[in-house]
């Protein structure tokens, strides 16, 4: 692939998120995460393999997701990658 972008994902917990957060962070291919009350969102790569992963451990662990987004990269971004090089 001659250029690199991230999806993003959100995820919605009906639950304490923060107690989960360090489940996320157990994933060494999740660029960045962020929390907001009780709305994790992270960038990530290869979503098609990590998105069943972190859903699995999510709920193994006890969260009850009130949703699962994967937000894809816009072609904004996508041209904005290519010309940065």
């Given at each position: 692939?001659?250029?690199?972008?991230?999806?993003?994902?959100?995820?919605?917990?009906?639950?304490?998120?923060?107690?989960y957060?360090?489940?996320?962070?157990?994933?060494k291919?999740?660029?960045?995460?962020?929390?907001?009350?009780?709305?994790?969102?992270?960038t990530?790569?290869?979503?098609?393999?990590?998105?069943p992963?972190i859903?699995?451990?999510?709920?193994?662990?006890?969260s009850?997701?009130?949703?699962?987004?994967e937000?894809?990269?816009?072609?904004?971004?996508?041209?904005?990658?290519?010309?940065?090089g």
């Amino acid at each position: 692939m001659l250029f690199r972008y991230h999806n993003f994902a959100e995820t919605f917990l009906y639950s304490y998120a923060q107690k989960y957060i360090d489940l996320l962070k157990t994933f060494k291919e999740i660029a960045s995460l962020a929390l907001k009350e009780n709305k994790a969102v992270f960038t990530l790569e290869d979503p098609e393999i990590l998105n069943p992963k972190i859903i699995k451990l999510l709920v193994d662990n006890g969260s009850e997701i009130v949703y699962f987004n994967e937000i894809k990269a816009s072609l904004e971004e996508i041209y904005l990658d290519l010309i940065r090089g």
